[in-house]
């Protein structure tokens, strides 16, 4: 199966908090895991990326944490920023004979000052 | 170094119209991806070209099309337009094929009518 499940849909945290999202799949056959952020009226921009024999990444205030077993990750956004607001997509890329980039349907960010 | 650019931004079809999207990759990006998004429909895949061939197809119908030249500039074409064409057509370019390291166009805008 290849699919990414991205959750939550929408998501409001306050100034300061941790801003979680969380992704699943189902295929072994993943073999990199972006995330991308997009801003309206922009293209989507990679934020951070993991490959699946690292558990976690981290990049500044973003984490991506990897699980391999539950075949899930998720990204962490600690002291979130009204600058943050966005929408996130995680995505995976199928190392299957048919190699493609698989994205969730993204997670709509909003920050509270 | 130039991002990706693509024209137009903005444009208004009506029914049954055609329209010709264009996108010029970052220089010594040699594979160019074609996305639809449309709100709550995240990111479908329309296809992948690397060196002027197509190497992947996403699950839309033959009115979609697309080709690379050899300088890798891209365009995507749309025949007998439909309401439902409405989107946001994102190109997006990388170094190379399969990666998941897209770097995106801020994409050209449809109303169909």
């Known amino acids: 199966q290849q699919q990414v499940k991205q959750s939550p849909q929408s998501l409001i945290v306050q100034k300061g908090g941790i801003s979680i999202i969380n992704c699943a799949y189902e295929?072994?056959?993943?073999?990199?895991f972006p995330w991308y952020q997009q801003f309206p009226g922009k293209g989507p921009a990679l934020l951070i990326a993991?490959?699946?024999d690292v558990s976690e990444k981290k990049e500044g205030r973003f984490t991506i944490s990897f699980n391999k077993s539950a075949k899930q990750f998720s990204l962490h956004i600690m002291d979130s920023q009204p600058g943050d607001s966005a929408t996130y997509f995680c995505?995976?890329?199928?190392?299957?004979?048919?190699?493609?980039?698989?994205w969730g349907l993204g997670t709509s960010l909003a920050v509270n000052p | 170094k130039a991002g990706v650019t693509q024209t137009p931004r903005y444009l208004i079809k009506t029914r049954g119209q055609q329209v010709t999207l264009s996108c010029s990759p970052i220089?010594?990006?040699?594979?160019v991806s074609w996305y639809q998004q449309t709100p709550g429909q995240g990111l479908q895949f329309l296809f992948e070209?690397?060196?002027?061939?197509?190497?992947n197809k996403g699950n839309f119908p033959g009115r979609f099309s697309g080709r690379q030249f050899s300088n890798s500039r891209s365009e995507m074409n749309v025949s007998t337009l439909e309401l439902g064409d409405s989107a946001l057509y994102l190109c997006?370019?990388?170094?190379?094929?399969?990666?998941?390291?897209?770097?995106f166009g801020e994409g050209s805008r449809l109303t169909v009518l």
């Open positions: 997006a370019s990388s170094r190379g094929q399969y990666t998941g390291e897209l770097f």
């Open positions: 220089s010594g990006h040699r594979s």
């Open positions: 070209y690397f060196s002027e061939t197509q190497r």
């Open positions: 295929n072994t056959a993943f073999d990199y």
């Open positions: 993991i490959r699946p």
């Open positions: 995505a995976a890329t199928y190392a299957g004979n048919n190699r493609k980039l698989i």
